[in-house]
């Protein structure tokens, strides 16, 4: 606290600090940047966890910006708990709902499905819409290793590459995981941007710009990803689960069920044809948190032997598998609230305002600081929850204030967010760990189609934006 306390008096009170403003404005950014290499180097080089990296960064720079000492620790709590307060609960349901379709098999039984939809001229296609299906409630790391070995069996069958197969699948699954709610990084940026009510309309316009994202896993997958070396791991464990004959409109279900419930409800607000008590309840039952409840009810069904006992096992491995997830998306609010009190939006604010920042340009600064974050330190999620708290206040500015407007800011962050994945991003090691691929082939492959999707994903939005 006395260390603190001095700090603080000698940035107000130097003479060689308080030679200009200006001058410690521009220092704000250096600091920041220094704060990023911290939480980078902390948790590569001296494996300090995250979540210490990221508080320890939040104080310095709350310290060193000259923020009130006695107030850092109450706006780095405050950040995190009004975080946790608009998602927590989202995203420890949909942790659930990802258990339930891995131990029911309906994740297979949807992936058969697809499969057998597009048949076997188009494998690469049907892995790619498999991922996109099973990542909107699933994170795509669970999924790819609930699909692992889905991806051996469909490659043996239709004799193609494995590496095209997987690294489809990858693309599949990255796309909507950063793109469509419930995943936390879009749900976390819908937060921040006050799109709460405005879930629906963020999973209507994520599906949509996902989808050439889509085409493009599928093109590079079979381009890029057919001669790449797979390295056979007979000791890695894949849990085998059967789909235990399970109809497909179960199968289904749970990930269609909120989506459904959600979207018709945000629709509803916007036609204007239901009556005022009709309203409220489809905005109750299309709430993300009721609708993921009734998700969770539905797949009671899916068990026929000890539904209830074998629904407790998934509420109790999504709530472990969610717990470090939650405690890392409410450390990075932490930190965006302490960057939102620094002058550093003030000065983007001012920088934006001088060059005349057009609506496009906005959506390109929104990916490049979301790319920054993504490529620096290696969770989308943190780097959507970062980038959006940094734009929200800037948003009013550049004129973003309309629930499209803020969607496609959110889209951009996503895009930025995808680009890209490399070694210090978990999503990496799933892949090639499972896949077999060695640390070349991979940033090669998984790590060039990342920065591929994010970049075609942003023009995808810049053109839905000139266009509406």
């Not at 708990?81 to 927590?88: A, N, P, R, T």
């Not at 690294?167 to 699954?173: F, K, P």
């Not at 004959?245 to 509803?268: E, G, Q, T, V």
Request: with cysteine; glycine share 8%; charged share 10%.
């Amino acid at each position: 606290m006395v260390i603190g306390v001095l700090i603080e008096y000698f940035l107000i009170h130097s003479p060689i600090l308080s030679l200009s403003h200006s001058l410690i404005n521009s220092m704000i950014i250096l600091v920041v940047f220094l704060a990023i290499a911290f939480i980078v180097v902390s948790s590569t080089w001296f494996k300090l966890h995250p979540l210490a990296g990221l508080l320890l960064a939040a104080l310095g720079v709350g310290i060193f910006a000259g923020l009130p000492i006695d107030k850092l620790a109450e706006t780095i709590g405050k950040g995190f708990g009004e975080l946790m307060s608009k998602i927590g609960l989202m995203v420890i349901l949909g942790c659930v709902i990802g258990a339930i379709l891995d131990k029911s098999g309906a994740a297979i039984k949807v992936a058969d499905v697809i499969l057998k939809l597009f048949g076997e001229k188009y494998p690469a296609f049907a892995m790619s819409v498999i991922g996109a299906i099973v990542g909107i409630p699933v994170f795509c790391d669970s999924g790819f290793i609930i699909l692992a070995k889905l991806n051996k069996i469909v490659a043996k069958k239709v004799n193609r590459p494995l590496g095209t197969i997987a690294i489809a699948l990858s693309g599949g699954l990255f796309a909507t995981h950063t793109l469509v709610p419930p995943t936390p990084g879009p749900l976390s940026a819908a937060g921040n941007l006050y799109l709460t009510d405005s879930v629906g309309l963020v999973i209507l316009v994520g599906l949509v710009v996902s989808i050439p994202s889509l085409f493009v896993s599928t093109w590079f997958a079979q381009k890029f990803a057919t001669n790449v070396e797979i390295i056979e791991d007979n000791d890695l464990e894949i849990s085998e689960v059967k789909s235990n004959n399970l109809p497909a409109w179960k199968a289904f279900m749970p990930i269609l069920l909120p989506i459904l419930l959600i979207a018709f409800a945000s629709f509803a607000k916007i036609s204007h044809v239901f009556s005022e008590e009709v309203l409220h309840w489809l905005s109750f039952l299309g709430s993300p948190l009721v609708s993921f409840l009734l998700a969770i009810g539905f797949s009671y069904t899916l068990f026929p032997e000890k539904p209830a006992e074998k629904l407790l096992t998934c509420f109790k491995s999504g709530i472990e598998h969610c717990g470090t997830t939650l405690v890392l998306v409410g450390a990075g609010g932490a930190f965006g609230a302490i960057l939102k009190e620094t002058a550093l939006k003030d000065m983007i604010s001012d920088w934006l305002l001088a060059n005349q920042t057009s609506g496009v340009m906005f959506l390109v600064i929104a990916f490049l600081v979301a790319a920054f974050f993504k490529t620096a330190q290696g969770s989308t999620t943190t780097s959507m929850v970062l980038t959006s708290g940094i734009l929200e206040p800037l948003t009013t500015t550049v004129g973003f204030t309309e629930p499209l407007d803020l969607t496609l800011l959110v889209m951009a962050v996503g895009s930025g967010a995808m680009t890209v994945s490399h070694a210090n991003d978990a999503w990496f090691w799933v892949v090639s760990q499972f896949t077999g691929l060695n640390q070349r082939d991979a940033y090669r492959t998984h790590t060039l189609l990342s920065g591929l999707q994010g970049i075609v994903s942003l023009i995808v939005v810049c053109l839905i934006y000139l266009i509406f």
